[in-house]
């Protein structure tokens, strides 16, 4: 075969492989469900957006940027809805439908990072030393970067195979990478809900730091969407990927998890829940963390949680003129004596701790923390 004939056109539809989901977009039902979706994309969008900049046009400038990471995560559905309108109405061209898919596959990686930055928030309260140690810190930061890396792969062999469509190594290649980061996309979803119910089930033993409350609603509706959305993102991603586990044949392109119905179901049905739930629950008022906060004791107020996550009064303070806020704050906890120790219910300088004669000094608490760090330490008498 001349090199003549090996560059004319075949047919188009071996330009436009079939996808593994939804199928090739037709204008009818998809251009309807399409712009359907798009608009709701677009409302949700403008919801979060329009909240981020009133907040910050408060006086006190209530700052949360997951806010406009949602919006933007609209913005990308927005585009890829579009895209698939525009795929409908040319079902030949080929550099319209692998836009259509890059940007579906891209956007789920913002709420991807949304859940995971929540999930941190939560461990950091109930966990402070822990969720605010280097171990945990560098643990956080190599899942930010191995999601970063998975995006990046998911791109770049994306338009590899946009460039080089013709090339049946690099779209079998390409196919092989995908599919690994789609594994692995959807165990990274799930893991937001294995955080939480480990650091809601993990017991102290011994120095026991009560848990701090930041945002405002009860500490059990955070968990809960968390644990909801990352459920959610786990199901969409990994309907994805099985379904792409299976070999694309004649006898399967009619299978009802490769139909239409799973496509905006799986993909923009479950994330329009997640889009609509964050603004109706306001997650930028519940999950808002004080500016700076790095440390243990920074998300404290004048108030803390048990474990269960309820409301407990402040330590007792008898002179009145010093509250938790200013220890949290790095100031010392002087009780009537003056002397640097914490007047107890009992009058000793002492507070009560579970058994009735813990103690809180001043100075450093454990592993050489100071005082604001350990303004939530109770020192159990039994040990346990």
């Known amino acids: 075969m001349s090199s003549h004939s090996r560059l004319q056109p ?17 204008p009818i039902p998809d251009i309807p469900i399409s712009a ?31 806010s406009g990471a949602v919006g933007a995560f609209c913005v990308i559905r927005t585009v890829a809805l579009a895209l698939r309108i525009g795929w409908s109405r040319n079902q030949h061209c080929y550099d319209i439908s692998a836009a259509a898919t890059i940007f579906t596959s891209l956007g789920v990686f913002v709420l991807l990072i949304v859940n995971l930055l929540l999930v941190s928030r939560v461990v950091r309260a109930l966990h402070p030393v822990f969720g605010w140690s280097k171990p945990a810190l560098w ?26 469509k013709q090339d ?18 959807t165990v990274m979803a799930l893991l937001p809900a294995l955080v939480v119910a480990w650091a809601k089930m993990r017991r102290h033993r011994g120095m026991v730091f009560r848990a701090e409350r930041f945002g405002t609603g009860p500490m059990w509706v955070k968990m809960a969407m968390i644990v ?49 739930s964050y603004a109706i629950l306001r997650f930028d008022q519940r999950f808002h963390v004080p500016d700076g906060a790095s440390a243990p004791g920074h998300y404290s107020k004048d108030f803390e949680l048990d474990f269960e996550g309820h409301e407990m009064d402040p330590m007792p303070n008898p002179s009145g003129d010093v509250g938790l806020a200013d220890v949290s704050r ?4 002087a009780g009537a ?3 640097g120790a914490t007047t107890g219910a009992t009058g000793d300088g002492a507070p009560a701790g579970d058994s009735g004669h813990g103690s ?16 939530a330490l109770i020192q159990r008498g039994d040990g346990q």
């Not at 539809?13 to 079939?18: A, C, E, L, M, T």
């Not at 403008?46 to 940027?65: E, Q, S, V």
């Open 10 to 26: 075949r047919d188009c539809f071996d330009y436009v492989p079939i996808p593994a989901l939804g199928g090739i977009p037709t």
């Open 36 to 66: 359907v979706l798009l608009a709701l994309f677009v409302l949700g969008g403008a919801l979060h957006i329009g909240t981020l900049a009133f907040n910050l046009r408060l006086p006190r400038r209530h700052k949360f940027p997951l």
């Open 139 to 164: 643990g956080f930061r190599g899942v930010f970067g191995s999601l970063l890396v998975t995006l990046i792969m998911v791109l770049s062999w994306s338009v590899a195979m946009l460039v080089r």
């Open 168 to 185: 049946e190594d690099t779209r079998e290649k390409g196919r092989t990478v995908l599919l690994v980061t789609g594994v692995y996309a």
């Open 228 to 276: 909801v959305t990352s459920v959610l993102l786990a199901f969409g991603a990994g309907w994805r990927v099985a379904v792409s586990f299976f070999p694309m044949t004649p006898e399967s392109q009619d299978k009802w998890f490769r139909s239409r119905a799973a496509f905006y179901c799986v993909n923009f049905g479950v994330e329009l829940v997640m889009v609509y």
């Open 330 to 333: 790095g100031g010392a906890m």
């Open 337 to 339: 004596t003056g002397d």
């Open 360 to 375: 809180l000094q001043g100075g450093s608490g454990p592993k050489g923390l100071p005082l604001a760090s350990t303004s």
